[in-house]
């Protein structure tokens, strides 16, 4: 006769359904608002070996099984031959999964090292060339969507980014056509925390790939927005939720970019509107 499980491991197990039903959830609706997968597509899921890519390719096998139609998923990874890199980590991953991968190798840490001057951040141009090494191989496997991991603050921390630094109200869109024109981009798990990801790679133990093996880290700017962010949400429990919804309840009329609301247009008519001079939704 087995010996009862411990109450500690019941309810760790139980936690950790509550937290992958949650990432189904967000990740399903994430992918019907933006109507990011159809029946028949190929998903190549790009797959770093970092918290947010395993998760990604986790949700997106179980809502794979589970979707009323059909399509499919495969893994790529990109090893760019930084020094030290484990290149037998997610082959390793993959096959005992049994999930279809295709493993690309293209040395571009060594043409960043000869391009970028010592001590400038790498990771600008060293995006750019994985970007485009993904998007040919995309083509190569016959994929029709390409699915990446960023995920709720990364999209928030961006737009910071892009307020602060860029002067402009962007940040990453949740599905795009990619530089070249040929490729769709989705980010399913826009709609999740990063810290639900990084309690779902401890639960189910990926075998995490550094990600600094290269030396370089996070432009300070983005290391900047990213403890904004967590500073903000330790204090003020919300507002990162609140934040990211602002995202997708735009009010043109009441910013002033000429080309998305005709401001030469607006007259006078005689009628009321609560809110229609409101600057701040005290009530939301």
Same mark, same amino acid.
């Given at each position: 006769?087995?010996?009862?499980?411990?109450? %500690?491991?019941?309810?760790?197990?139980?936690?950790?359904?509550? /937290?992958?039903? !949650? $990432? +189904? #959830?967000? =990740?399903?609706?994430?992918?019907?608002?933006?109507?990011?997968?159809?029946?028949?597509?190929?998903?190549?899921?790009?797959?770093?070996?970092?918290?947010?890519?395993?998760?990604?390719?986790?949700?997106?096998?179980?809502?794979?099984?589970?979707?009323?139609?059909?399509?499919?998923?495969?893994?790529?990874?990109?090893?760019?031959?930084?020094?030290?890199?484990?290149?037998?980590?997610?082959?390793?991953?993959?096959?005992?999964?049994?999930?279809?991968?295709?493993?690309?190798?293209?040395?571009?840490?060594?043409?960043?090292? %000869?391009?970028?001057?010592?001590?400038?951040?790498?990771?600008? /141009?060293?995006? !750019? $060339? +994985? #970007?485009? =090494?993904?998007?040919?191989?995309?083509?190569?496997?016959?994929?029709?969507?390409?699915?990446?991991?960023?995920?709720?603050?990364?999209?928030?921390?961006?737009?910071?980014?892009?307020?602060?630094?860029?002067?402009?109200?962007?940040?990453?869109?949740?599905?795009?056509?990619?530089?070249?024109?040929?490729?769709?981009?989705?980010?399913?798990?826009?709609?999740?925390?990063?810290?639900?990801?990084?309690?779902?790679?401890?639960?189910?133990?990926?075998?995490?790939?550094?990600?600094?093996?290269?030396?370089?880290?996070?432009?300070?700017?983005?290391?900047?927005?990213?403890?904004?962010?967590?500073?903000?949400?330790?204090?003020?429990?919300?507002?990162?939720?609140?934040?990211?919804?602002?995202?997708?309840?735009?009010?043109?009329?009441?910013?002033?970019?000429?080309?998305?609301?005709?401001?030469?247009?607006?007259?006078?008519?005689?009628?009321?509107?609560?809110?229609?001079?409101?600057?701040?939704?005290?009530?939301?």
């Amino acid at each position: 006769m087995n010996a009862p499980e411990p109450t %500690r491991l019941r309810r760790e197990r139980y936690e950790a359904n509550k /937290l992958e039903k !949650r $990432l +189904r #959830r967000l =990740v399903g609706q994430a992918v019907a608002d933006y109507d990011m997968i159809r029946a028949g597509d190929r998903v190549m899921v790009c797959l770093s070996g970092g918290k947010d890519s395993y998760g990604l390719l986790e949700i997106l096998i179980k809502l794979r099984d589970a979707a009323p139609h059909a399509f499919e998923i495969v893994a790529a990874n990109l090893d760019q031959r930084h020094p030290g890199y484990p290149a037998h980590v997610l082959p390793e991953y993959l096959s005992a999964r049994a999930i279809p991968y295709r493993i690309a190798v293209q040395d571009t840490y060594s043409v960043v090292k %000869r391009v970028i001057p010592a001590g400038k951040t790498m990771c600008g /141009l060293c995006s !750019r $060339l +994985r #970007r485009g =090494v993904l998007y040919r191989l995309a083509q190569e496997l016959g994929a029709t969507k390409i699915a990446l991991g960023h995920h709720r603050d990364d999209i928030l921390e961006t737009f910071f980014l892009n307020l602060f630094f860029g002067g402009k109200l962007k940040a990453m869109p949740p599905k795009l056509v990619s530089d070249d024109g040929r490729n769709v981009v989705i980010r399913p798990l826009a709609y999740v925390p990063e810290e639900d990801l990084a309690a779902y790679a401890e639960a189910k133990q990926f075998p995490v790939i550094p990600c600094n093996l290269c030396g370089a880290q996070d432009s300070l700017q983005r290391a900047q927005a990213k403890g904004m962010l967590r500073e903000w949400e330790k204090r003020y429990p919300g507002r990162l939720e609140s934040m990211f919804r602002a995202l997708a309840d735009i009010v043109p009329s009441h910013l002033l970019d000429r080309q998305l609301f005709d401001f030469a247009r607006v007259r006078a008519t005689d009628e009321t509107g609560a809110k229609r001079d409101q600057a701040v939704d005290h009530d939301r």
